[in-house]
Each structure stands twice: as C-alpha cells, then as structure tokens.
C-alpha cells in the first residue's frame, strides 16, 4: 500500500510541475505519477511497447480525461493487494491503450510474465467497458500473472484443484477459444449463473487456470462480490475452491492477501 510520504512527494513534484509548464497533458502526468507510486509500478501511456510474441497491437490512447479516469479505477482496485504483491507477481509495468488485439482478436487485457508487464486495454473489449468490466478484468489478468510467477507456467495444471471437480469433469480448451467462440456466436461466457457445481460461470469451464481467474476477480471486485458470497453460500465445491486458492495465495506472499468484505473462505 502506499504511504502517506509517497502521495505527499508526488503531489509537490506535480505542483511544482504544473507551476512550471502549465501545457495541456499535465493532469494526466499528475495522474500517473501519482497512481504509480501508489502502485510501486510503471505506469506507460502513448507509448508503444514490444510484447514478447510480437503479436499485441494497439490503437493510440483515447483522450486524456477517460485515461484518467481509468487510472483512478486501476489505483481503486490494485490497492487492495498487499505492498509489493503486483512487483512479486511481474507486473513491474501497466501498459495502458486501447482497441487492443492479440493476433487481431480483441482483447481487454495481456498479461506478459515474459517481459514482467500488463497489457490494459482502458476501453475494455468488444465495445463492453463499463467500470465493473474493466475492474474484473483487472484482478483477472493479475492473477495469472501470479500464476505465472508461482508455476512459470500461465496455464499450469494443478491437480489438487482439478480433483475437486470430481470424476469425469474435463476443462475446455483455455480462454483463447472462448473468445473466438464469443466472437463467432455470442456466447454467454461471464454471467456468473454457475453452470455447474462448483463454476461461477461458463468462462470457468474453459481452464483450471481460468476458473481461478475468474473465482479471484469475483472476490476482489466491490460489484461482483455479493454475487460470489450467495454462490459460496450454495456451492460446496466453490467453497473448497475458494479455500483453496486463499492457501495459494498465503504460500505466494506473507502476509496473505486479505479479500476485501465479509468474505469468509475458511
Ligand atoms: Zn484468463
């Protein structure tokens, strides 16, 4: 988390900064600054930036006062995890554009482990941008940076958490299908109206790795929480889920992450 001396020091460099210059674009500097200490990352803005495939493109960034606003969502959101976490989970740096696309397919969001940085596309994907998209998007994307940091394997299979989806269950073929699939017929992939025991939604279906993405946005998101509180309520398999992952995310850091609200996994 961010000390009060960070917030203090980043306020006097932008006033003595806005004293100096006074030109167009410096609240947006503020911003990032600001943010950027908060986060103890890099924050990029109108920069283009190589990925590691040489396969993410991206449009230029949209006007100053929605990256601003995005800004102030992502500093909402990434200060829920404890100081140190998003550097130990190789999100050293936040790239922030728009219309962002992996192999020109659309995407929200890139988490490249391989370079430590997080692609974030400020206008969501699929013309879907709303605060409570974006920020789900958010917790998403970090987590499996964090995966990545623990297994070095994006999509590692743990087999301690497939067995809780009992005899038979197979997982789909990863979120890369679901996007397309979503593209080729509209699928219904996030409406979290747990298809079977032990899934939120359909998009946990397609992978280990992606059901415990998707479990982590619904408990670190304010909007998606009562949501995920009345399905841990319900679902016995959710819950050990959910259990599960709190221990992943002990043995990751100390102290372990807090989830935010009254969410109780124990
Ligand atoms: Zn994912």
Known sequence: MTTWRSFISAALVCMAFKAATAQPGDDLRCKIEEVSLALGVKIVVNESVPDSWGAVSY?????????????????HEFT????????????????????????????????????????????????????????????HELHHLTEYSMWKNMTFDWHEWILLNGDGFCYGKGGAEAYADYMANGTDFYTPDNPQQGFINRYSLTGDEEDRAELMAFLMTDYERPVIAKLLKKDLILREKSKLLTRLLQDFRRPSIQFPGSIRTD
């Open 59 to 75: 449009g230029p960034n949209a006007d100053e006062g929605e990256v601003i606003r995005y800004l102030e969502l992502l500093h």
């Open 80 to 139: 829920k995890y404890p100081e140190g976490y998003l550097k130990q989970s190789r999100a050293d740096a936040i790239i922030l554009v728009q219309n962002l696309t992996f192999c020109e397919q659309p995407r929200a969001a890139i988490p490249d482990p391989y370079k430590k940085q997080l692609f974030l596309s400020i206008n969501g994907a699929f013309r879907i941008a709303s605060s409570r998209y974006l920020a789900h998007v958010m917790h």
